[in-house]
């Protein structure tokens, strides 16, 4: 795969996957609100995609060592992944009753995350599945608390 694609693509999913089970997560804990989730969800599939799209192009820009179409089809590339990957949460949050829709979703995040981290790491391939996963837990277990304190410190504002 070409660098621009690979760099789009890498960041898209990656961003994608850690940003909305996070944002699921949290916002499951502190609202159990199915309409906050899936408002949510749409604004990190366009706004972040936008976001993370941006952020793509001016760190390739900063490098100096791409053509603008290499930096403009890495960002594309990002804004696709990140948008269809996020987008993709939005099924079982929509299908399942709200405590199995999150969990369906982590094990669709972390599954995905799984795969793709043992499609690109070089030498030991597990290693690189166990370090992404480890990070991926660590933001889903910190975000679970985080809506859980708001809940309990803000739920009666």
Same mark, same amino acid.
């Given at each position: 795969m070409e660098h621009s694609k690979k760099i789009g693509f890498s960041f898209g999913i990656t961003s994608a996957i850690i940003t909305t089970l996070g944002l699921i997560v949290g916002l499951s804990s502190s609202t159990h609100s199915r309409l906050a989730i899936i408002g949510s969800v749409l604004v990190i599939a366009i706004?972040?995609?936008? &976001?993370? &799209?941006l952020g793509i192009h001016i760190s $390739?820009?900063? $490098? !100096? !060592?791409?053509? !603008?179409? $290499? =930096?403009? !089809?890495? *960002? #594309?590339?990002?804004? =696709?992944?990140?948008?269809?990957?996020?987008? *993709?949460?939005?099924?079982? #949050?929509?299908?399942?009753?709200? $405590?199995?829709? #999150? =969990?369906a979703s982590v094990l669709w995040g972390l599954s995905l995350l799984a795969v793709f981290s043992y499609c690109i790491g070089d030498g030991n391939r597990w290693s690189a599945v166990g370090e992404h996963v480890l990070i991926a837990a660590v933001v889903i277990i910190a975000s679970h608390y985080v809506g859980v304190f708001i809940s309990s410190y803000f739920g009666s504002i």
């Open positions: 706004a972040d995609a936008f &976001s993370d &799209s $390739e820009e900063s $490098e !100096k !060592k791409h053509s !603008k179409g $290499e =930096i403009y !089809k890495a *960002s #594309v590339y990002t804004w =696709i992944a990140k948008f269809f990957f996020a987008m *993709s949460f939005l099924l079982p #949050v929509l299908l399942l009753p709200m $405590e199995l829709a #999150v =969990i």
